[in-house]
Every structure is written in C-alpha cells, then in structure tokens.
C-alpha cells in the first residue's frame, strides 16, 4: 500500500499547485530494557520505534487535514519496529519473532467536555456555579416560567402574595359560612328527613369536589397563573363566552350577597340593640333604614383595607364568629322547651306543580347555602407558587379544613333546627326562629352575644365578597390609566360601592328570603356546573374515561338544576301573592 494513497484521494481533483505533500517524518523514539535470562548474562537490547506522520502544508483545508490525520494515527503505534510508512488500522502489524509482544496500555477513559462534568460542580464555590444556583432559585420562585402581569402588583387581589394554608383556610371559611346556612332547617320542611339530609349529603360531596377542580385549575397550563375566575372562565370558553357566562352570576353572586349582608347585618343590630336595651326601652329609636345605614357605615371602614391578604385577620375573626354562633344556636334550640304542635310531616301543596315548586325551591336554598367558589381562585392567587412548592398544595389544605369545619356547622343547624321547629319554622331560617319562639326561655346576656356574633360575621363576609369587585374595578382603572390607582380614587369608589348595595338592600328588602331564586341564578351554575365543563375544556381527559363521564354528567345536571332551582325561586315569589314590598323594610 502506497503511503500516501488516502491523501491521493482527498486531493483528488486538485492540481499540484494547491495541495503539496512534504514528506519530512516525525521521529518518535522508544526503548525499553528487556531483562535476558537467569544466567546472569547482562546487556540491554535496544528497539527503536520510528513512525512518520505526514505533514499536510496550510493549503489542506481542515476537513481533510482531520481525514488524513484520523487515518494515520490508529496504525502509528501497531509494535515495534514501526517505520515511517503508514500503517492500514485494518491489518495491524504482528510483532516480530522472538520478541514479547508489549502489555496493552489500559484504555483512557472518554474525554467528557469540561462544563458537564462531575468535577465542574465542585464543593467550590466557583462562579459560574453560583450564577447557576442563583438562576434555578430565581426560576422557582417565578414559578413554572410563569408569564408575569406588572398590572397584577397593583390590584387587591395579586398585589400581596404572602398567603399560606392558614390564609387559605380562614377566607375559606368566612366566605363559605354565613347566614345562608341558618336558612337550610327551611329547606328541610319541603323535603323531609331523608331526602333533606340526603340532598345536603349530596351538594356538599358535589361542592367539595368542584373545589378541587378549580383549585386543580389555578395554574393548568404552564406558565400562566388564572388569578380570577371570570380569567378561568374565558380561558376555557373563550373570551366572549366565557365572560357573559361566568360575569352575570358572579355579580350576582357577589353584589347580591353583599346587598343580603346589610339587610341581615341591620337587622340583626336592630335584634341586638334590643335585646341589650330590654323591655324599658321601648320602641327601637331607629327605623328599620337606618339600622341598614349604620351597618353600611361599619361596613364602608373596614373596606377601605387594601388587598385580600389585609383582611385575613378580618377572614379569622368572621371565620371564629360564624362557628361560634352556629354551635350556640343549634344547642340553644334543642336544649329549650320544644313548642307544642310541631310536625315533621311535608306539607302539601295546593297542586302538584305547587309541591314540585316548593322542592325545587328548597334544593335552591342548599344550593346556595354551599357558596365561596367564586372566590376559590382568587383566594389562591394570594399564595406563591413555586416549581417544588405549587400554590394548589397549601390552597387544597385549607380549603379541606374549612369544608370539614363547615359540614360540622351545617348539619348540626339543620337536623337541630327541624327538629326544634318542625313545620313552625320561619322562611326566614332557625336564628329569628329562637328569637321569636325563645325570647323569653334564653337569657337576654346568652341572645345579645349571639347577635353580635352574627353581625361581626356579616360585617367580615361583606369584606370578602366585596374585594372581587374592587378588583374588578381597579383592573379597569389601572388598563386605561396604565398606572397603579390613587387612594383617594380608591376610598372614593368603595364607599360608592358600599352606598350601592345600600340603596339595593332599602329598595329589596326581602333580597334576603329570595335564597333559592339565588340558588338557581348564582350558585348553582358557578358551584356545580361550570367547574366541569372547565375542566374538560382545559384539561381534556380520554373520552369515555370515568373523568369524562364524571365530568360530564355533573356539568349536564348541574345546568339542569340551575334552570329548576330558579323556577322555584320564581315560584316562591309569585305564589304568595306577588306581594313584595319595594323600599320598605319591615319594622
């Protein structure tokens, strides 16, 4: 084999002028001594190993320098006695005879580049590690690459993220314990014991599950964060869509409650002022009206709070105050003498389409006593998110701990104040029930305390449900200004806010007992069947998977349910007579 054949074939085609081989070898000298036989006999032989390497002159150009240079070099060192010439690596040259063939060197280990290897992370402290660690913390505090609004540190909800599951249970509790829940021994007078309990049982399993989706929900896709759930809505429906079908109900929802808490609010410090004054005071010097102003005044301070996260210590005390009078109440109520003529027989309606009415209107008012997910969302936007510690771990937490605590509440008012009450019951639920059956058998100390419990918990659920609106109106402020809202603009919309539900609460006094026609408008649709439909759209599990189905059926009835629950809502209002008594409250 000629020596410098594959040269010959990598300058194929070049003239002479521009590849030029010099052919001046290398040499590489090796000697070993090789000790001779036990007799003594001394001497060293001497062997010498010349390989020549081929100098390729500048005009090469490096894809062939490399070519011709791989090709020499697996045959350079085949033995000894290596001459110049170059050596095929596929026939290696035998040794000679008579001579021990050399041990093989062991074999290097790889070359692994410097920037993956195991000694670049040393426990030194070197800079580019320290660059590294600083941008992996970095990257799970963002959290999941998160894509970052500058609008959100400047509303009430995203402005503070400092929450935990301590937060989350206490916003959880206080907005989904309240004064509905002291409706739901009503409901049980148009459905019985079994199908009454059974109906809570039911809603409460179906709520918590929803809870779970939307919690689930909060960051489904990567890198996005939906804070609010109109954003969820829209991210799942589309943007029109899902606007007009979750911002109608939430409104609803969130302005009709905070119009029902300066109704129950200034009545119950009406009920208060004159339990502590007594039979001496006579008539209340206040009128209806203006106990609804005085409660609204409370109400207009303790807004001016500035984000979610501020009102936690408020969320704990209303939280601490609902429990409290749930437990008082239903053991004030069975630990009394039982009213004479009580029954827990149905009572039926003048037709059937008036009983089917009436049940319909009743499963509104447990529909809507499991409220507070429309908040779920945004209470969670008030935690940190990071890659190792998500924000649905702590959120789930506390929201398990507030059901818990809920369901001990609910049920115990329920089952304690049907069975107290019977078909006695007021439509206007168990705490104007011991009121007006009690007042004589309870201590006017024991009464008064629990009013005021009842007006702090009004007072701390007006402030949770609020802060969505605020939000609301503060992103509007904050996109067409493009700058964080004033305080003085701040103070001034929430006390126009406050004033609004004011004048909504005098104008519909009776806001208050229309619970199941707010059953079927709000809660219903954004508790029970819009979380379904959600996650199908965003999370999309295998069709005809138990998710599918699951999903689907809850979503389907949950609509369904809606459509009845507001029909009896209307029905409750139209059947006594339509006689709703517009800006004028009772008493």
Not at 168 to 176: D, V
Not at 314 to 329: E, H, P, R
Not at 547 to 568: D, E, H, K, P, R
Request: glycine share 8%; aromatic share 12%; proline share 7%.
């Amino acid at each position: 084999m000629e020596p410098v054949s594959e040269v010959e074939e990598l300058a194929d085609g070049k003239d002479e002028d521009e590849i030029s081989f010099h052919p001046r070898p290398r040499q590489h000298n090796y000697s070993s001594a090789v000790a001779e036989d036990g007799d003594g006999g001394g001497g060293e032989e001497q062997r010498e190993v010349a390989a020549s390497v081929p100098i390729i002159s500048s005009s090469f150009s490096p894809a062939q320098s490399v070519s011709a240079m791989a090709a020499t070099a697996e045959g350079q060192y085949a033995g000894a006695g290596a001459s110049s010439s170059l050596v095929s690596p596929a026939a290696p040259r035998a040794p000679p005879a008579g001579r021990t063939p050399r041990t093989p060197r062991t074999p290097r280990t790889p070359w692994t580049p410097f920037m993956i290897s195991p000694r670049f992370f040393s426990p030194i402290g070197t800079p580019m590690k320290k660059v590294a660690i600083n941008m992996k913390s970095y990257l799970e505090q963002v959290g999941h690459l998160t894509m970052l609004n500058p609008q959100d540190s400047w509303l009430p909800i995203t402005e503070s993220r400092t929450g935990n599951a301590y937060y989350a249970a206490f916003h959880n509790l206080n907005a989904g314990i309240g004064f509905q829940g002291l409706l739901l021994p009503a409901a049980l007078t148009a459905l019985g014991w079994t199908w009454g309990i059974i109906a809570m049982v039911l809603a409460y399993i179906w709520q918590l599950y929803t809870m779970w989706l939307l919690i689930r929900l909060h960051e489904a896709v990567p890198g996005i964060r939906y804070n609010r759930y109109v954003e969820l809505a829209k991210a799942a429906f589309g943007k029109r869509l899902g606007f007009w079908l979750a911002m109608p109900p939430n409104i609803n929802l969130t302005a009709g409650a905070a119009s029902a808490l300066i109704i129950l609010g200034g009545g119950t410090l009406k009920l208060f002022y004159k339990t502590v004054c007594g039979p001496t005071c006579g008539r209340s010097p206040l009128s209806s009206i203006e106990w609804y102003l005085v409660f609204a005044m409370l109400c207009m301070v303790v807004a001016q709070l500035p984000n979610l996260n501020s009102i936690a210590g408020l969320s704990l005390i209303g939280a601490a105050t609902a429990v409290t009078y749930c437990t008082i109440v239903w053991i004030l109520s069975i630990s009394t003498p039982r009213i004479p003529g009580i029954s827990y027989k149905i009572q039926p309606g003048k037709s059937a389409v008036a009983s089917t009415f009436s049940i319909l209107n009743a499963l509104g008012i447990i529909a809507f006593s499991f409220r507070g997910h429309n908040l779920a969302l945004e209470i969670e936007a008030t935690m940190p998110s990071t890659l190792k510690h998500p924000a649905h771990v702590p959120m789930w937490r506390g929201a398990k701990v507030a059901n818990f605590i809920i369901a001990l509440c609910y049920f115990p008012i329920a089952i304690a104040g049907y069975w107290a009450y019977g078909n006695l019951m007021l439509p206007s639920g168990i705490l104007f029930s011991m009121y007006a059956f009690h007042v004589k058998d309870i201590s006017r100390a024991l009464l008064a305390f629990t009013f005021l419990l009842v007006v702090i918990n009004n007072l701390t659920s007006f402030q949770i449900y609020s802060m969505t609106i605020f939000d609301s109106f503060e992103a509007g402020y904050t996109s067409k200004k493009n700058k964080p809202i004033s305080w003085h603009v701040r103070v001034l919309f929430r006390i126009f806010y406050v004033c609004t539900d004011f004048f909504i609460g005098v104008a519909l006094p009776f806001l208050s007992s229309l619970a199941g026609l707010l059953g079927g408008l709000t809660s219903a649709p954004v508790t029970f069947a819009f979380p379904c439909f959600m996650w199908l759209a965003i999370k999309k599990p295998k069709v005809y998977s138990f998710s599918w189905y699951l999903n689907w059926t809850l979503g389907i009835l949950g609509i369904i349910f809606a459509v009845a629950f507001t029909a009896g809502g209307i029905w409750s209002i139209i059947n006594p007579g339509f006689d709703l008594k517009f800006f004028k409250p009772s008493g």
